[in-house]
């Protein structure tokens, strides 16, 4: 081999391995380094009527990593996953509301006209997303956690609604 063609390669083992170092390095930052938890109340929790709730499922139980756990309560202004909230780390998590009910891993959430309330403040603990003025709760039978930046379906909740 030759010394140019030396170089030729150590130059290309040196762009590839800092490619390959920094791709690994977004995936494992939340891993390594996760949000710390959270512990929002709902404000005038005592006087404010739940319009919904319900329960996070594992979608995909052959998936260690994609998993989701604890409550959400859907009141009219907002949406409050609950103390016992719980999801496995990952990059970009976001809460949509999705018209859809029983939501699995083959649902298409990315196509359903879904409201994204926000990036996910942590991956446990109580935490409030307010809900767009005027949208008619009725029209969304789950939340779901979803990770942006893979398009993965990490925890689905169906919602029912109060007194049903």
């Known amino acids: 081999m030759t010394t140019k ?4 390669g150590l130059l290309a083992g040196a762009i590839l391995g800092t490619l390959a170092g920094f791709a690994a390095g977004i995936f494992y930052f939340p ?6 938890e959270v512990n929002e109340q709902v404000p005038d929790g005592d006087h404010r009527p739940a319009a919904a709730a319900g329960s996070f499922v594992h979608a995909d139980p052959s998936d260690p990593i994609h998993y ?11 949406l409050h996953l609950e103390s ?9 998590y976001h809460v949509y509301l999705v018209p859809e009910t029983s939501i699995t891993p083959d649902t298409r959430v990315e196509e359903t006209m879904f409201v994204d309330l926000g990036r996910l403040k942590a991956f446990s603990g109580s935490q409030n997303y307010p809900i767009p003025v005027g949208l008619d709760l009725r029209d969304y039978g789950s939340v779901v956690i979803w990770c942006e930046h893979f398009n993965v379906l990490i925890a689905p909740a169906e919602l029912k609604p109060s007194g049903a």
């Not at 063609?5 to 030729?8: D, F, M, N, S």
């Open 84 to 92: 016992d909230f719980e999801v496995g780390p990952g990059p970009k």
């Open 31 to 36: 891993f390594l380094f996760p949000p710390p």
């Open 5 to 8: 063609g030396l170089a030729v």
């Open 68 to 78: 989701g756990k604890g409550g959400v309560t859907l009141y009219q202004e907002l």
